[in-house]
């Protein structure tokens, strides 16, 4: 049996990411979003567009995706509930987030420096991609009371960084979904993946062809 749901948010779950970008005095600010998806070496993500980094991205046009793994729930958790932009924003005062600058170091990530990008890398983060935005979009254009409020942007990955923990035995260049664990958001909540459950018909297609 189904029922009528007016949910307040749709947040079934996906991956957490860690946007690493550059603050306009040059510092680094470090965000934790779940909203995102990927096509290719393409990544849509949905952002606050009051958010610091909304606005470091419409600013720099560049950043870094870090994708913790289960083992970095507790650091993530550090960066809730807090913001690089000073003000806060009035919905996240509602909230009850606080201004953090230096967000690397209150999480206990480590930055490494750049590579095809401005922005640093998290250490810790299994995986690392450095992207370049490409295009902008504000959402809800047919909803006067939303519009404006969320933007989305496109970025194209410019390079990508594994940790060898993670890879296929013997290939550089593919990830062995039995040693990924990323961490993974569900309404509001930290989840891990579980076993296989099912044979999957499209991993018998070589991940080459999709390139």
């Known amino acids: 049996m189904h029922v009528d749901s007016q949910t307040a948010?749709?947040?079934f779950g996906t991956p957490v990411v860690l946007i690493s970008t550059v603050n306009?005095?040059?510092?680094?600010?470090?965000a934790p979003m779940s909203s995102a998806f990927w096509l290719g070496w393409r990544c849509m993500i949905g952002l606050g567009s009051t958010s610091q980094t909304a606005q470091n991205l419409l600013r720099t046009r560049e950043c870094v995706l870090n994708l913790p793994s289960?083992?970095?729930?507790?650091?993530?958790?550090?960066?809730a509930l807090t913001t690089g932009a000073d003000p806060v924003p009035e919905k996240k005062q509602q909230r009850g987030y606080r201004h953090v600058k230096e967000k690397f170091t209150l999480a206990g990530f480590t930055p490494?420096?750049?590579?095809?990008v401005?922005?640093?890398r998290a250490a810790e983060c299994p995986v690392q991609l450095e992207a370049t935005v490409t295009a902008v979009h504000s959402l809800g254009q047919d909803d006067p009371a939303q519009y404006g409020r969320i933007i989305t942007f496109e970025l194209k990955i410019r390079q990508v960084y594994l940790d060898t923990a993670i890879l296929l035995d013997g290939s550089p260049d593919r990830v062995d979904p039995d040693k990924w664990r990323p961490l993974i958001m569900s309404f509001q909540h930290f989840y891990g993946l579980g076993d296989k459950v099912h044979p999957s018909a499209l991993a018998q297609i070589p991940e080459r062809l999709y390139k």
Request: aromatic share 8%.
């Open 9 to 11: 948010i749709l947040y």
């Open 24 to 30: 306009e005095d040059g510092s680094y600010n470090l």
């Open 70 to 79: 289960v083992a970095e729930a507790a650091a993530v958790d550090r960066l």
């Open 112 to 116: 490494v420096a750049p590579g095809t």
């Open 118 to 120: 401005t922005a640093p």
